[in-house]
């Protein structure tokens, strides 16, 4: 199976902050890589796919870059709606795996 | 609007069975696939398998064999998981999560997701 290493494991940051979290796959995924956003009590959201397109709907202060094994997802400008849990997902084959998440505080 | 809308939270005893039902709307239900997530408690995600809602054929990921089934009612939009001889580790949040897969059998992103059924098991 392949591996999907996120870090940090959290992170504190402010609103307004400009925040960057990276994703490692154990070997090659070309692009097949999602970012996903979690909040307490809720289903994760899909706000990246394709490692850099940006899902409908979803504010473009997010994006995503990257390809290969190592990925980021940026949020240019934090706000309060953002502190979450964010996954990265691989689709390039099975099994589909994630990463183990990062949490994202207030500082 | 698309949507898929699961069954209520269970809580049942080790070793008995449970069925968390999962119910699309808003597009046509035979033109994507359905995966099965699992969240454990204070945990992260992890894919149980998909179920193709055309010919019904289901695939489970390692150490998703045996106990646990996928399957459909077409006729009502509805994928259903099944899961028997229940035990405590089981307890967890499920979600069905919409995906689309190719032809080639190449998947893409989840970009529907049910809320989620909490099943707890406890004697």
């Known amino acids: 199976a392949i591996r999907m290493t996120q870090s940090p494991s959290s992170l504190s940051a402010s609103t307004g902050d400009r925040v960057t979290i990276t994703c490692r796959a154990s070997?090659?995924?070309?692009?097949?890589l999602a970012w996903y956003q979690q909040k307490p009590g809720k289903a994760p959201k899909l706000l990246i796919y394709?490692?850099?397109t940006l899902q409908s709907g979803v504010p473009s202060r997010f994006s995503g870059s990257g390809s290969g094994t190592d990925f980021t997802l940026t949020i240019s400008c934090l706000q309060s709606e953002d502190f979450a849990t964010y996954y990265c997902?691989?689709?390039?084959?099975?099994?589909?795996?994630f990463g183990q998440g990062t949490r994202l505080e207030i500082k | 609007q698309v949507q898929l809308v699961q069954s209520g939270s269970e809580l049942k005893k080790p070793g008995a069975s449970v069925k968390v039902s999962c119910k699309a709307s808003?597009?046509?239900?035979?033109?994507?696939?359905m995966n099965w997530v699992r969240q454990a408690p204070g945990q992260g995600l992890e894919w149980m398998g998909w179920?193709?809602?055309?010919?019904?054929?289901?695939t489970y990921a390692q150490g998703f064999t045996g106990r646990f089934v996928f399957s459909l009612d077409t006729s009502v939009s509805t994928a259903y998981l099944q899961i028997s001889s229940l035990k405590a580790e089981d307890t967890a949040v499920y979600y069905c999560?919409?995906?689309?897969?190719?032809?080639?059998?190449?998947?893409?992103?989840?970009?529907?997701w049910g809320q989620g059924t909490m099943v707890t098991v406890s004697s």
């Open positions: 999560a919409r995906g689309y897969v190719d032809s080639y059998g190449h998947h893409d992103a989840f970009d529907i």
């Open positions: 179920i193709n809602t055309n010919t019904g054929n289901p």
């Open positions: 394709a490692a850099s």
């Open positions: 997902q691989q689709y390039y084959s099975y099994p589909i795996t």
């Open positions: 808003g597009y046509t239900f035979t033109s994507y696939a």
């Open positions: 070997q090659g995924i070309s692009s097949y």
